[in-house]
């Protein structure tokens, strides 16, 4: 009897995932733990292994679709029962046909039991069944997908533009509600109006949203409505630092295998602040702040098309070499698609350095649901007021946007100041990068 290959769950926020590339075909062996499937997620890229031996009979769930966790997407057969092995059906093919409903079974090329079309992957199926949307509803919903199929974004926003009320200018002896107030657009007595796109002119053209970038904007639309954000900046003067890892880098590289870049250092001093002021490492909850004790950074590295966040697990137990050596390999895989799902979960803090484009200030989006992120922009040589003299020094914004429920302005200015003095105040041991 065959057995089901059903689709992973990449992580504990991750809930479905989408097929990128099948590496083994109807009728070839697989091994245990022999890649056997590309799968793609809004956070991470992996091989997914075999996890039985045999050969693979069935492929339930094409290239480009995507189904929720759980969901069957091929049937390994034993070694004896290969005679068996059924051909794969239309669906694998690039068809339609054949295609898996919600729950696994095939349904026709006419459409479900509902009149639901039968190109659309089992999550996008059953979102439509649970929202009474029939054929011709779907039909006219604009798909961003893979060839213009429909994704469940696309559906939840035709069901939450359905749900809108049509704005009505009010009476001209009834001044409208003022923000907030009962009746008011995004008032508590109704749903937030979602405003039409606007027309495209002759020669705009339309991007589809990558999986990524999809993922990027409801992570930090997310943050932005549900986190109140403040800000604040303390400027650093790094002359030291940056001199002595300038002597030095070469002699580093070649006797620890690795470049000890100047986020490594920032780093290592953002984690003696972390323990200064835990609250920093901490998440809101309705019950109250949870105050992490694991000190889990995650580093925002650019890919090509959005950013992605591995995160140095345990970065206070490490030493500026050992952050040094794991950020290489993180930002590494990042930028090869090698991340696990492991290498992006469990961040409770998080490092954005766009420092490296040129910039000399941010105000980054916190990464929910942690309660801060600290930015770095670039060293900059300008003269400063030293003593009775001015001297050209090599100085850096760095900042902390904060969640306000969770700590105020003044504990956040203290928490950068720690850093501020670890790094102004740097005093090289021989010729170690250690501090």
């Not at 068996?84 to 026709?108: M, N, Y």
């Not at 979102?127 to 798909?143: R, Y």
């Not at 200018?169 to 409208?176: I, L, W, Y």
């Not at 995160?311 to 206070?316: L, N, R, S, T, W």
Request: proline share 9%; with cysteine; glycine share 10%.
């Amino acid at each position: 009897m065959p057995t089901e290959i059903k689709m992973p769950q990449l992580g504990e926020s991750v809930h479905e995932g989408t097929i990128g590339k099948w590496l083994k075909q109807p009728g070839e062996r697989v091994a245990r733990y022999e890649p056997l499937v590309e799968v793609i997620t809004d956070k991470v890229n992996v091989e997914m292994p075999s996890p039985f031996s045999g050969v693979l009979g069935r492929i339930l769930v094409e290239e480009g679709k995507t189904v929720a966790a759980g969901t069957p997407i091929a049937l390994i057969e034993e070694i004896g029962a290969a005679a068996a092995v059924v051909p794969p059906p239309a669906a694998a093919r690039g068809g339609d046909a054949g295609l898996p409903s919600g729950d696994g079974r095939p349904t026709s090329g006419e459409g479900s039991s509902r009149g639901v079309p039968v190109r659309l992957s089992p999550l996008v199926r059953r979102l439509a069944e649970e929202h009474h949307l029939g054929v011709e509803e779907l039909q006219a919903i604009p798909g961003t997908g893979t060839g213009g199929r429909l994704t469940k974004d696309d559906v939840l926003r035709h069901v939450e533009a359905r749900r809108s009320p049509t704005p009505v200018a009010p009476a001209a002896s009834e001044p409208a509600p003022a923000p907030g107030e009962p009746g008011a657009a995004g008032g508590p007595f109704t749903a937030p109006v979602v405003p039409a796109a606007p027309p495209r002119a002759p020669g705009d053209q339309l991007q589809p949203l990558s999986i990524l970038r999809r993922a990027i904007a409801d992570r930090m639309s997310r943050s932005a409505r549900e986190i109140p954000h403040a800000y604040g900046v303390v400027e650093v003067d790094v002359t030291a630092l940056v001199r002595h890892r300038e002597a030095c880098k070469s002699s580093w590289r070649a006797r620890e295998g690795v470049n000890v870049s100047l986020t490594a250092f920032i780093l290592r001093a953002a984690t003696r602040a972390l323990r200064a002021y835990p609250v920093v490492n901490s998440t809101f909850t309705p019950d109250g702040i949870v105050i992490k004790q694991a000190i889990h950074i995650g580093v925002g590295v650019a890919v090509t098309d959005g950013l992605i966040v591995p995160v140095i697990k345990h970065a206070d137990q490490r030493s500026v070499v050992g952050i040094a050596r794991e950020l290489e390999s993180l930002v590494t895989r990042a930028r090869e698609g090698r991340l696990m799902p492991d290498d992006i979960a469990g961040g409770t803090f998080t490092l954005t350095n766009a420092g490296v484009y040129g910039s000399i200030y941010s105000m980054p989006i916190i990464n929910h649901p942690q309660a801060a992120i600290m930015s770095t922009d670039a060293v900059v040589r300008r003269p400063v007021v030293v003593g009775e003299g001015i001297a050209i020094r090599e100085i850096m914004n760095v900042g902390l946007g904060f969640d306000h429920r969770v700590f105020d302005g003044a504990l956040a200015i203290l928490f950068l100041t720690h850093v501020k003095r670890q790094l102004e105040e740097f005093v090289p041991v021989g010729d170690s990068p250690e501090f």
